[in-house]
């Protein structure tokens, strides 16, 4: 039996890696975390095929032109994708493959995969979102007034866009790690 595709994404402050983490430990060896491929620099924290699949540009350039990624795109002046392969791999093999991406990205996929799961995370109002991005304590003032423009533009795309299945409000993780399960669980459509 084949596994699904489910495409998770929300703005900056919604808590989408709390939520995804919480997530893969839930479903356990049934589900995995796809992983990006960057022509960013790798830092000293990060493992190459673990964190990130990291490349050069012209490796990023070709895996393009050969039709190898699912989503990708330029920001900040760094390509960021989705390697096909590996995703369809594990998907055929049974298992739940999370992808953690932008609505540009989801965007990209919807268009070449049938029966994924989209998911969209929405703050539980405006005042949580700016709470939960100044409690990051890692940016100045200014940043957060950026990063809150931001994410209310996100989620005015993500609506425009007209691709998600499902927008969950991330007021508990539990709650919407349950109802992200219950969406996965429910009904038998494979992914093809």
Known sequence: MAGKLIIISGPSGVGKSTVVRRLLDRLGDRAILSISVTTRRQSAQEQNGQDYYFVGCSEFEQMIRRDE???????LGNYYGTPKK???DAVSTGKHV???IETEGAKQVAKIVKDVIMIFLLPPDEQ???????????DRPEQI?????????????????????????????????DEIVEIIEAGDTPCT
């Open 69 to 75: 990624l699912l989503e990708w795109a330029d920001y």
């Open 86 to 88: 590996p995703v369809m």
């Open 128 to 138: 949580e979102l700016r709470r939960r991005l100044e409690g990051r304590s890692r």
């Open 98 to 100: 999370i992808l953690e």
């Open 145 to 177: 007034e950026r990063r809150f423009a931001n994410a209310k533009r996100e989620i005015m795309l993500a609506h425009e866009a007209d691709i998600y299945d499902h927008w969950i409000v991330n007021d508990q993780v539990e709650r919407a790690t």
